[in-house]
């Protein structure tokens, strides 16, 4: 049978028993038969959804049909408080299966994140026979069948901005204010709240533009002013809204307990945990996270003391002037020294330091072997776009000869593209990344809602005083890896993953932001953080001391 569906879709069979077919046509072949499906579009995923998904969806759509019962002129919403790596797209997608809908707009401010929704949708054979169209097609409505569900898939800033000549809607997107859709999805929904004013946001095309902006002064201003999707120029029978980090929309009250589903990175982990030896463990090729944090020895940190509690500024640190070939560090000295610290071959000017000896020196990213032979695929996350170009003249320089092995992505400017299109350049960098080695330097692209399984450690150096942006960002690290072995097993190539800081005061109260807020379901703050580094441990060094 297998033989006889792959004759059917064309592959080339010359010699009646032996066919030259690709590895995706003959799983698609195997799948179609075993599930007696067609598989006409050749799909190969077929993963099922973990308990904890299904636990989403089933809430969900009891959700909505007791508020359609109640108030059957409404459109109920629901937020999935679920973490980095929950898989929301694709669980989304179940839910809408599930609900038999058929036309369904997912918005988002981070038009990278189209790449997840556009591969969630095409590779699995839950979704034979789905339409996916947004702005790389052109948004084609001539070319979709009705009959067949259709996903669009649009930032705020394309299809609900407005056309800067006339200030009404964009004449190509009228088709989406006309269309009544079965349900709205929210992407990346922690971006505070919006009405009105929430229009200014509409017009940032870049993300360099809209991280640029203030955005813990937008949330003061908006702070009491709940989200009210009504002002939207939209209609939809539900609502669905995604985060990590929904903080906001928590604690406005905006969504009741009953709105809500939670599942944070320590559930995760003690899933992951429970399941023990058992076969099939859904959570195995998710990796622990460890932060390393560090107070930088005195002879580097000095000139970036700012305010009365003289703490330390990573923005004032790595600030820099010029653009391309032409941006320098303001203080290119201390910035040689820290790449030279984080090498473990910064030797610190203090006499208490240096009695330690080097044995007793804090493990440095990128001397300690533990580390060094993890962090093949790093981001780097810059103040701004001139401190990410800066990095990368200082990090061509000779006397920086180590770093010349890894290949330098600047995913920062209008250079490096809007959305999926900053995404491209550091996947093909990296080529086989099992030979690798590469460091991406970011200031906004690039740090929500996309997947770079290789990456494994990120460096914190900007100032993020909102825990929504530092985890978004510190998340992005803790993407599966894993590759077919020899055997034919999957192989797991990432068990851990690494976030470094080195403002400690600052990533410790981020730590305690984050736990404490993000666990709705209990009240002590004190077990909150607990439970959160039980399963994040968190190392700060101190000079020499840990």
């Keep these: 049978k297998i033989h006889e ?42 993963f099922q959804m ?52 058929k036309k369904i707009l997912v918005l988002t401010f981070k038009p990278a994140v189209e790449s997840a929704w556009e591969e969630d949708l095409m590779t699995h054979i839950d979704f034979e026979g789905w339409q996916f169209i947004s702005k790389k097609n052109g ?30 809607i964009k004449a190509k997107n009228e088709w989406v204010h006309t269309t009544n859709w079965d349900i709205v999805i929210f992407d990346e929904y922690h971006f505070g709240a919006w009405r009105d004013s929430a229009q200014k946001l509409f017009l940032k095309e870049d993300e360099d533009e809209y991280d640029a902006l203030d955005i813990e002064k937008y949330k003061e201003d908006e702070a009491d002013n709940a989200y009210n999707e009504t002002f939207l120029p939209i209609t939809t029978s539900y609502y669905l809204f995604l985060s990590g980090t929904p903080f906001r929309a928590i604690n406005s009250g905006e969504f009741i307990e009953d709105q809500i589903f939670n599942w944070t990175y320590s559930d995760e982990q003690n899933a992951k945990e429970e399941w023990g030896d058992k076969a099939d463990n859904p959570y195995a090729a998710l990796p622990r996270m460890v932060m390393m944090t560090y107070r930088m020895p005195e002879d580097i940190r000095n000139i970036a003391i700012q305010g009365e509690f003289n703490e330390f500024d ?25 790449l030279d610290l984080i090498r473990g071959a910064h030797l610190p000017s203090s006499i ?22 993890v962090l093949t695929h790093t981001l780097w996350f810059m103040p701004s776009v001139a401190s990410a170009y800066a990095m990368k003249n200082l990090l061509k ?33 990296m080529g086989n990344p099992l030979e690798s080695k590469t460091i991406t330097l970011s200031c906004g692209k690039l740090t929500t809602g996309v997947t770079i399984r290789p990456w494994t450690g990120i460096f914190m150096l900007r100032n993020l005083s909102s825990p929504e942006t530092y985890f978004q960002a510190a998340f992005r690290v803790q993407s599966p890896w894993v590759i077919d072995g020899e055997d034919g097993k ?22 305690a932001d984050y736990s404490t807020r993000l666990n709705i379901n209990e009240s002590d703050p004190e077990k909150k953080v607990d439970e959160f580094i039980k399963f994040l441990p968190v190392l700060a060094y101190d000079g020499s001391s840990m």
């Design 5 to 46: 569906r792959m004759r059917k879709l064309g592959i080339e069979n010359p010699d009646g028993e032996w066919f030259k077919s690709s590895i995706d046509d003959l799983k698609a072949s195997y799948i179609a038969v075993r599930d007696r499906t067609e598989n006409i579009e050749s799909r190969t995923e077929d």
């Design 352 to 373: 208490d330091d240096l009695k330690l000896g080097r044995d007793k020196r804090p493990p440095m990213p990128y001397s300690d072997v533990r580390l060094l032979s």
């Design 490 to 511: 999957k192989e797991i190539i990432k068990e851990e993953c690494y976030v470094f800081d080195f403002a400690l005061d600052r990533a410790l109260k981020q730590i």
């Design 50 to 101: 973990r308990p904890e998904q299904k636990d989403a969806v089933e809430k969900t759509i009891l959700f909505y049909r007791d508020a359609k019962k109640e108030y059957p002129d409404r459109a109920p919403k629901f937020l999935w408080n679920a973490k980095m790596r929950f898989g929301k797209t694709f669980a989304s997608y179940q839910l809408a299966k599930r609900m038999k809908f």
């Design 314 to 338: 990573l923005n004032v640190f790595f600030s820099a002037e010029g653009t391309g070939d032409k941006a320098k560090f303001i203080h290119e000295n201390e910035v040689q020294k820290w």
């Design 139 to 168: 948004y084609r409505i001539d070319d979709l069948e009705e009959s067949r569900p259709i996903v669009c898939f649009g930032s705020f800033q394309d299809l609900l901005g407005v056309d800067r000549e006339t200030g009404g």
């Design 397 to 429: 320089k000779e006397q920086n000869t180590f770093y010349h092995d890894y290949t330098i992505n600047v995913a920062a400017g209008s250079q490096a593209g809007i959305g999926l299109d900053a995404l491209a350049p550091v996947e093909r960098s």
